[in-house]
């Protein structure tokens, strides 16, 4: 008499598999020698190495200079702290931070932000893309409150980056492809940028008239 075992399937993950993450980086000149976190400190989320999820971001960026390349790359962040900053106005006031317009004596302001960034190898947040640099100059200047800013930034659609802040992230980095314009291309890219430019502009004027009278400025928010 022949035994038959019955056999119950759970769908339960047998383990976890890290897939890598296609990333794309502009550079004006080209990349020399290792990937570094060494990039002007002036940028949204500091220094560090600037990766964005489409190639459509980094490409605005650089098309203004005749030697700039478009690099295809692959993160395995596998071994990383990672850290998800979530829009809203904790993630503007970090990215004024890092432009220099809030100054270390309200520095307390970004203290929870900073707790949650210790440590972390990359920071993974919105772009302040053309569209958004607009909007963000114009609350920084005491023109929008932070309701206009926060509504403006559930209008845009705003891509996302990684930034690589320590060298092991860096070093978890791998260069697929790279890419260079033709004066054509980089004439092309410009008036795009514009356009984005234009766009940011139309989206801050509408914004500002509906909401002059709802939340705090600026100044108001630091203490100044």
Same mark, same amino acid.
């Given at each position: 008499?022949?035994?038959?075992?019955?056999?119950?399937?759970?769908?339960?993950?047998?383990?976890?598999?890290?897939?890598?993450?296609?990333?794309?980086?502009?550079?004006?000149?080209?990349?020399?020698?290792?990937?570094?976190?060494?990039?002007?400190?002036?940028?949204?989320?500091?220094?560090?190495?600037?990766?964005?999820?489409?190639?459509?971001?980094?490409?605005?960026? /650089?098309?203004?200079?005749?030697?700039?390349?478009?690099? %295809?790359? *692959?993160? &395995?962040?596998?071994? #990383? $702290?990672?850290?998800?900053?979530?829009?809203?106005?904790?993630?503007?006031?970090?990215?004024?931070?890092?432009?220099?317009?809030?100054?270390?004596?309200?520095?307390?302001?970004?203290?929870?932000?900073?707790?949650?960034?210790?440590?972390?190898?990359?920071?993974?947040?919105?772009?302040?893309?053309?569209?958004?640099?607009?909007?963000?100059?114009?609350?920084?200047?005491?023109?929008?409150?932070?309701?206009?800013?926060?509504?403006?930034?559930?209008?845009?659609?705003?891509?996302?980056?990684?930034?690589?802040?320590?060298?092991?992230?860096?070093?978890? /980095?791998?260069?697929?492809?790279?890419?260079?314009?033709? %004066?054509? *291309?980089? &004439?092309?890219?410009? #008036? $795009?940028?514009?356009?984005?430019?234009?766009?940011?502009?139309?989206?801050?004027?509408?914004?500002?008239?509906?909401?002059?009278?709802?939340?705090?400025?600026?100044?108001?928010?630091?203490?100044?």
């Amino acid at each position: 008499m022949k035994t038959i075992y019955s056999i119950t399937f759970f769908q339960i993950p047998l383990y976890n598999v890290n897939m890598p993450i296609t990333l794309f980086h502009g550079s004006k000149n080209g990349l020399n020698g290792k990937i570094q976190p060494i990039s002007r400190a002036l940028c949204d989320f500091g220094k560090g190495f600037y990766m964005g999820t489409t190639r459509e971001q980094p490409e605005t960026l /650089i098309c203004n200079y005749s030697d700039s390349v478009l690099y %295809k790359l *692959e993160l &395995d962040d596998s071994d #990383l $702290k990672v850290v998800d900053l979530p829009l809203g106005l904790d993630w503007a006031l970090f990215v004024a931070y890092n432009r220099g317009r809030i100054t270390d004596d309200a520095k307390s302001i970004i203290t929870p932000t900073l707790d949650l960034i210790k440590d972390a190898d990359i920071i993974k947040g919105y772009i302040a893309n053309d569209r958004m640099y607009i909007v963000l100059d114009r609350f920084f200047d005491g023109e929008i409150t932070d309701k206009a800013l926060v509504e403006s930034l559930s209008a845009l659609k705003l891509g996302i980056q990684y930034v690589s802040i320590t060298q092991k992230a860096c070093d978890a /980095i791998k260069i697929l492809e790279e890419k260079k314009y033709t %004066k054509k *291309e980089r &004439d092309s890219l410009i #008036l $795009k940028s514009e356009e984005n430019r234009q766009l940011g502009i139309s989206l801050a004027n509408e914004i500002c008239r509906k909401f002059r009278r709802e939340g705090k400025y600026f100044d108001e928010i630091i203490g100044k």
